[in-house]
């Protein structure tokens, strides 16, 4: 695919993808969603890719939607030329498009994020498995104050990160907050200096994948972001069982505990293509 609102760089291992409109702040456009969720999907099944940051061009990281109609298209999910409404079941909010694409890959994703993020410049991070920001930096789900509501999975995601009683401040008066109020509540990791940033980023990037298995580093994040939402403990002890029983038998857990015994380093040569993208005890529905 030809990237135009975006670019990527692959280094050490590292995809570093950069929201790439700085004359424009980096807004969303449809554009950018088509290009972010092929450039993580091709991250995903690509080996020579062990993690992923995301960060913008120029002095913010994204300053929402794009405003602009002929730039943005139409971010809501349909398409204002067919001149009617369409079914509900077809309508795709474009910000959770990008929050699944993060959602589903495999690698861990860092969000460098630069300076301001609001709207879905924010809630498209939530995915991301850490987040870093540039320290006074302005944040906000502004939603409410346009007379719009919460998108890009953020109704599920947000709870999850901060907990329900600061989602629900944040969300529901839709003010501005600084990046510092972020870090306490614990939406982002850390705040760096604007420039060091993605330097921090990648440190923590290498830290993730220097020792560890590709397959069981990806099989982990799914558990972390999927046994949460289990019912009772029980359902995550199935999961578990068979996951390291797996890991142990057939995938990098083979040469993992024995180079242990032997004091040498593992091989870990488990092609991720090798291992399923979705597992019967985790059911993803359909929309609609």
């Known amino acids: 695919m030809d990237y135009q609102h975006i670019r990527t760089d692959l280094d050490e291992k590292i995809l570093t993808i950069t929201l790439n409109r700085p004359d424009r702040l980096n807004a969303f456009t449809l554009r950018m969603k088509d290009e972010l969720v092929h450039a993580f999907g ?46 509900l079941e077809q309508i795709r909010d474009s910000g959770g498009e990008v929050s699944l694409a993060i959602y589903n890959c495999r690698k861990p994703v860092i969000g460098a994020i630069n300076g301001a993020a609001v709207g879905v410049g924010i809630t498209m991070t939530l995915p991301m498995d850490i987040r870093l920001v540039a320290a006074n930096s302005k944040i906000g789900f502004v939603f409410t104050q346009r007379g719009l509501t919460p998108e890009a999975c953020s109704s599920w995601f947000l709870p999850r990160v901060v907990g329900i009683q600061k989602a629900m401040e944040w969300v529901i008066s839709g003010d501005i907050f600084m990046a510092e109020e972020g870090v306490e509540a614990g939406l982002f990791h850390s705040a760096h200096d604007k420039g060091e940033v993605v330097d921090v980023a990648r440190c923590i990037a290498r830290k993730m994948i220097a020792k560890s298995s ?70 993803e529905p359909e929309l609609g």
Not at 248 to 275: C, H, Q, Y
């Open 214 to 283: 590709p397959v069981a580093a990806a099989l982990a994040k799914q558990m972390l972001w999927r046994n949460p939402n289990f019912a009772h403990p029980m359902q995550a002890h199935a999961v578990e069982s068979k996951m390291i029983y797996w890991s142990n038998e057939f995938w990098d857990g083979r040469d993992g505990f024995t180079s242990f015994l032997e004091k040498r380093e593992p091989r870990f040569e488990t092609p991720l293509a090798d291992i399923p993208t979705q597992f019967d005890f985790w059911h």
């Open 42 to 87: 091709e991250a995903d099944q690509n080996d020579a890719v062990r993690a992923v940051i995301v960060t913008g061009a120029g002095k913010v990281f994204c300053a929402g939607m794009e405003m602009q109609p002929e730039e943005g298209g139409n971010v809501f999910g349909y398409d204002e030329a067919e001149g009617m409404d369409p079914p």
